[in-house]
């Protein structure tokens, strides 16, 4: 089955510095890759996701990027801002499979 | 439209006891699944379906039963509740469409303690 691992467990930075997560996976099957955040006491929801026919998206000030030789993805959070405090998880799965393999989760703090 | 409603949000057990988690979605998705989430374990998945009538197990399957009579409702069932049990529960659901997103739908989780 499908492994991901993500790095790192916790990440604070400075308001306004950048942010980068990493995961790698190990399912050369797996072509969906999505990211969640996930704040104190709700469920995660999704925030971004790339395809494996792409190797970067971006949406305001998050963008991901993708590695589908190396079997690797990154979370870049640029200008950082308090309340992008949260864990955040990547994920991989088959596109329509429905079944999803999770990082462990990197909980990030923005310190004002 | 609520998505997806889990039900009880906090629960206490004792150990032996049984109980069920509830699972309603109102947004006609086939994929419905339960995770359970520990500190530093990340979301592991316990069971899935993709359909009315159609279950199968996921990551860390012992101690859970489901079924799936409905489209709208994913039940947890634990038959006999243990310490190692204690921990926040999430339903998700996604459709599995050709050239839709794949997005999952989380609830608001559902935090169990087993004494």
């Known amino acids: 089955g499908e492994n991901v691992e993500q790095h790192p467990s916790t990440l604070s930075v400075q308001e306004g510095d950048s942010a980068v997560i990493k995961c790698t996976y190990s399912?050369?099957?797996?072509?969906?890759f999505p990211w969640y955040k996930q704040e104190l006491g709700k469920g995660p929801q999704l925030i971004i996701d790339?395809?494996?026919?792409?190797g970067e998206k971006k949406d305001q000030r998050i963008a991901v990027t993708l590695n589908k030789t190396a079997k690797h993805f990154s979370l870049h959070i640029t200008e950082t801002q308090p309340e992008d405090s949260a864990v955040y998880f990547c994920?991989?799965?088959?596109?329509?499979?429905?079944?999803?393999?999770f990082g462990d989760g990197t909980t990030l703090t923005v310190k004002p | 439209n609520a998505g997806v409603t889990q039900t009880p949000k906090f629960q206490v057990l004792k150990t032996g006891q049984s109980m069920t988690l509830q699972c309603a979605q109102d947004?006609?998705?086939?994929?419905m699944s339960w995770y359970r989430q520990d500190p530093g374990m990340g979301l592991r998945l316990i069971h899935y379906?993709?359909?009315?009538?159609?279950?199968d197990q996921g990551e860390v399957p012992n101690g859970y039963n489901v079924s799936r009579s409905t489209t709208e409702d994913f039940p947890l069932r634990l038959l006999s509740a243990a310490p190692s049990q204690t921990s926040v529960y999430f339903c998700?659901?996604?459709?599995?469409?050709?050239?839709?997103?794949?997005?999952?739908?989380f609830g608001e989780g559902s935090r169990l303690t087993v004494l």
């Open positions: 998700a659901i996604s459709t599995v469409l050709p050239a839709t997103t794949g997005e999952l739908f």
């Open positions: 399912d050369s099957a797996s072509n969906y």
């Open positions: 790339i395809r494996s026919n792409v």
């Open positions: 994920a991989a799965r088959r596109t329509n499979a429905g079944k999803s393999t």
């Open positions: 947004m006609n998705h086939e994929y």
């Open positions: 379906s993709v359909g009315a009538g159609i279950t």
